[in-house]
């Protein structure tokens, strides 16, 4: 049968309308994968095609890709792997040109159809070409029995080609300037949080509310589920989880776990970070946190200051989750590195703070000594002139006494200022301190002072110095007024994991239950005990009535601290009100 021209002619018009709006189209479209799929999707409409797929050429010119029409996800599902590109479809890929087959089955380059693929009959194939470079191939069939494809639809055919490789162009420059756009805003917003964290370390902000800012960000940045830190426990066999952020973080935050079975503890070990691509089934984790989490892939980094790992900062999805690559590693990294500022810096500031008490303390001692003391002793030698012309006894009787007081004044002024300056104590050491208040002790009383003291125990005790050599002093004081003594020993040593301050003496001893009525002397030692928390003991060689002692067993003064933490202080002291 002869076509009419004016059929015909109304064909290819409307063939023309078709691809002029598949060009608008295409060009509306920015995602490549909406774009692939619209190509086949135009290019069976144009050639009134039966199916039709786009393969797009991956590493060795083999298909990676392949978006199909008019085939169901179901029959897709039945037939199995996509085309590799043999066969018929790799002579398309070999010679890029158009190529119309009447029967693909019957084509020596056939290589036949896999088990529940559709029958397929007429074929018409032509590239798709980006910057110069083939970027896949249109592939066309009709069913068995219909009829061939035309050269006009070989024509329309490659027009919707070469208007699909300008929109696949578009399509990926769109995608690129997508991919770069977000970098920049990635980069942007990790600039914007290292900035935030600087600000918030160099305001002074608490390094714990520091520390859970760095684990928020780093969590928000990665797109993790939670974020957690661990650092070390009061047992130091332990972790700790101090900071915990986004899900089941009331869960996770506080709990204790071994140093020894967890993944955490192999990185403070190592100081490199380590990444699991699930830690449920990891066997270096340690499973009750991680089950209690739900955490799947993860990753841990360590926490390093001066050179040595002392913490972790860990991030995990849940099971099932997206793992983390290398880029995101470097990113927990960088905020791990400013947590370790914010530890450090703290800690300096403490220091600052430290150091600036005690130049104020020292400034105030010396004020102390260099003026009000002074004063006091010419006011004193005042008073004793003003003694020596008097006539009337009673009179001298009272400034005597009224001079005995200011010396009781300016040697408890002397005490006060040796205890404000523990840096000068530690400056000389414990050691020294101790030493040299013997030294005097023996020079004015003629006792016998023996000391004894473990150098080990008095670094330990270094913070506390001042308190120490207070103890000693009033100890000492009581033993030259009251013990009749020959010899006293001060002892500095360890003892069961304490530090323990010993001053004993030889002398005759007293009666504690008549002492503690007498003045302030055992109520200051028994609080001056409380503020160190320490413990107080003092003994006396005395039995229980009152004439009957023990030769060489006067008194003892006994003061023992746990040695945990910062300082140890020993305890106890002879005391006589």
């Known amino acids: 049968m002869l076509r009419s021209p004016s059929g015909m002619d109304e064909r290819e018009g409307d063939r023309r309308e078709l691809l002029l709006q598949a060009g608008l189209a295409l060009a509306s479209e920015l995602s490549l994968p909406a774009v692939l799929q619209r190509i086949v999707e135009l290019a069976v409409q144009v050639t009134k095609a039966r199916y039709g797929a786009l393969g797009v050429l991956g590493t060795e010119q083999r298909i990676s890709e392949f978006h199909t029409t008019g085939v169901s996800q179901e029959q897709r599902n039945a037939i199995g792997h996509i085309p590799v590109g043999r066969g018929v479809l790799r002579a398309l890929i070999e010679d890029a040109k158009p190529l119309r087959l009447h029967d693909i089955r019957d084509d020596p380059r056939s290589v036949g159809f896999p088990p529940n693929h559709p029958p397929m009959q007429p074929f018409l194939g032509a590239p798709v070409k980006a910057r110069g470079q083939v970027f896949g191939n249109i592939y066309l069939t009709r069913e068995p029995g219909a009829s061939d494809f035309s050269p006009e639809d070989e024509e329309a ?145 360590p926490l390093v200051v001066r050179g040595s790992a002392f913490a972790t900062l860990s991030v995990a999805n849940l099971v099932g989750g997206r793992p983390f690559d290398e880029d995101d590693v470097a990113l927990v990294q960088t905020f791990a590195s400013q947590a370790a500022v914010a530890v450090e810096y703290g800690r300096a500031q403490r220091d600052l703070h430290r150091l600036a008490v005690l130049e104020d303390r020292e400034r105030i001692a010396k004020e102390l000594h260099d003026g009000v003391i002074q004063s006091l002793f010419a006011v004193g030698m005042g008073l004793q002139a003003t003694a020596t012309i008097s006539h009337d006894p009673e009179l001298e009787r009272r400034i005597e006494n009224a001079v005995q007081e200011m010396d009781r004044v300016i040697r408890d002024l002397r005490n006060y200022i040796f205890g404000l300056l523990p840096g000068v104590v530690a400056d000389r050491q414990l050691d020294q301190a101790l030493r040299s208040l013997a030294e005097d002790f023996q020079e004015k009383t003629g006792v016998v002072a023996v000391v004894d003291v473990d150098q080990r125990v008095a670094a330990d005790l270094s913070p506390r110095a001042g308190d120490v050599v207070q103890v000693v002093r009033e100890a000492l004081s009581n033993v030259g007024r009251h013990a009749e003594a020959a010899t006293c020993r001060i002892s500095l040593r360890p003892q069961d994991g304490r530090a323990v301050l010993e001053i004993d003496d030889d002398g005759s001893g007293f009666d504690l239950e008549w002492a503690r009525g007498r003045g302030q002397g055992l109520g200051n030692l028994h609080g001056r005990a409380k503020t160190l928390g320490a413990e107080l003991t003092i003994e006396s060689g005395l039995h229980d009535l009152p004439a009957v002692r023990r030769p060489g067993h006067g008194g003892q003064v006994l003061l023992a601290e746990k040695v945990d933490r910062f300082f140890c202080v020993g305890k106890g002291e002879h005391r006589k009100a």
């Open 157 to 301: 055919l490659l027009v919707l080609a070469s208007q699909a490789g300008v929109a696949v162009e578009n399509a990926r420059l769109y995608d690129e300037t997508r991919r770069l756009y977000d970098e920049a805003r990635q980069r942007e917003r990790r600039l914007e949080a290292v900035r935030e964290l600087a600000t918030a370390i160099l305001a002074g902000i608490q390094p714990e509310t520091v520390l859970e800012l760095v684990a928020e960000r780093a969590r928000e940045l990665v797109g993790a589920a939670v974020a957690t830190m661990a650092v070390p426990a009061t047992d130091p066999d332990s972790l700790v989880l101090t900071v915990a952020i986004g899900e089941h973080a009331d869960e996770l935050r506080g709990l204790v776990f071994p140093r020894d079975e967890s993944i955490s503890g192999e990185v403070i070990a190592r100081g490199e970070p380590v990444v699991v691509e699930d830690a449920a089934s990891d066997g270096r984790a340690f499973q009750p946190v991680v089950k209690l989490g739900d955490m799947g892939p993860a990753m841990f980094v």
